[in-house]
């Protein structure tokens, strides 16, 4: 899933083309996992009793500020994690934490220079999924770490407030570094006015949620499954955060939820219990323009999802999923000052497109060619040439890279 998805995309108009291949590639993996995955291992957590860990929260990183410049530093290397399994995990982490790396918490607007060194004893990249960023800086599969080297990634924040996250994306590892613990979260704020008016306290009720699904061998140590293209694995165990069966206190308002799909193949279906409706205010680019009242939303790998849960009525609340039962239960505090409602009924003014303004379109077809997948029955070679589509527009004539 992670390999399969990197564009390389530089003038506006083509992002609605990368938007409709990404959706493409989505449910063509949504098929893929639906007949490859019909046995899943999942097991349930029990809801009708208390959730038995404190979720732990990823720490905020402190930027260096420098002419202006902010400058963080990432440091990927070995560690160890305590699942409550019989002995601690060996795990790969950042910045020394035992699992996951620190949140990095952006402006737009922002200069960044982000240096990241490589402690392990193999190649790794550090990609900032989701970041509208130069390929120089993007971190994808070309930009090799070796051992004891450090990679600075600078760049411009031009993009609009999302959750974004990093990761490693590194040539026929990507998976597997990241089961075993090499992911963060990437927040960007603006001045958007509506969404001040949104829980924003990080930790306190705007809580990064990572989920998770991982399987363990009898001494601890993580048993991964190599993702086979989109065959992908399903794991037995739920962790939030690196925590099994973990709850949070929280204001009794409104909390905001980041949920981050950090896992290989699962689909996640979450809801609240009872029925109680969850509003979902952003996705993968950024806030909605209306905020969306729903009862279920599924997120794949790499999706990320803003969503309200109102707690100013209740004690405790679960959040569910449809294959491990509970993800994490809410437990207000009221000595916490809360946000209360209502959500603005206005967060964003995304444009929409006129599908008149179209000159002309073309079909990219994802689908299986061989034991991988490909795109119009052609294959990428990695470090060789990319499948080029010419675009015309006016006199221009611009080249779309899709790998
Ligand atoms: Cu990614």
Redesign the pocket.
Known sequence: M?DN?FLFLRRPPYRIIAAISLGLLVVSCIVAVDTFLNDDPAVKIATDVPATHTLSIPPLLEPRIEDGIAHYQLDLGISFHDFHQAQLTPTIAYNQESLLGPTLHLYRGDRVVVDVTNHLDEDTTT?W?GADVPAEADGGAHSVIRPDETWKAEFDVIQEAATL?Y?P?IKNHTAEQVYRGAAGLMIIDDDNTAASQLPSTYGIDDIPIILQDRDFAKNGELDFTLSNYGKGYYYSHLMVNGTPNPYVEVPAGLVRLRLLNGSQARLYKLSLESSKKMIMIASEGGYLNQPLEMEQIMIAP?DRAEIIVDLSDVDRLNLLDASFSRVLELRTDNTLTAVTGPVPSTLNTIERIDPSEIDQSRDFVFDKVGEGWGINGQQMKLMSNFHEVSLLRGKQKTPLLLS
Do not use: L, N
Request: glycine share 12%; aromatic share 24%.
């Open positions: 992670f998805k990609h999924h996250w990761h994306h790499g």
